[in-house]
Nanobody, 124 residues
Framework: QVQLVESGGGLVQAGGSLRLSCVASGRTFNSLTSLTMTWFRQAPGREREFVGGSGGGTYYADSVKGRFTISRDNAKNTVYLQMTSLNPEDTAVYYC?????????????????WGQGTQVTVSS
């Protein structure tokens, strides 16, 4: 089993930046390189939506393209989501998700490994 633990959420003013981290661990887990790592977010009353993912390539939702950047440190089994130019519409619980393989899916049910989520709140 693989466990994912997110951190780095918090309260930030509009225009600010945050960096989220997601650390992967587990008995059946050998290397972050075997996983596609993806970020989703869910705002109150809304469905969980794709933010971006890193597998064979790195992909982003149009709403965050140019503002958010995903990076990986395979030696630390950690994936990061650097968020800049934040606005109140980015307020949500951010989830790290993973699946074995290299394909980045934007659909949440394609992922069976999830973190507990971290709250990001952007004030205007």
């Amino acid at each position: 089993q693989v466990q994912l633990v997110e951190s780095g959420g918090g309260l930030v003013q509009a225009g600010g930046s945050l960096r989220l981290s997601c650390v992967a661990s587990g008995r059946t887990f050998n290397s972050l390189t075997s996983l596609t790592m993806t970020w989703f977010r869910q705002a109150p009353g809304r469905e969980r939506e794709f933010v971006g993912g890193s597998g064979g390539g790195t992909y982003y939702a149009d709403s965050v393209k140019g503002r958010f950047t995903i990076s990986r440190d395979n030696a630390k089994n950690t994936v990061y989501l650097q968020m800049t130019s934040l606005n109140p519409e980015d307020t949500a619980v951010y989830y790290c998700a993973a699946r074995f393989g290299t394909v980045v899916y934007s659909i949440n049910w394609q992922y069976d490994l999830w973190g507990q989520g971290t709250q990001v709140t952007v004030s205007s």
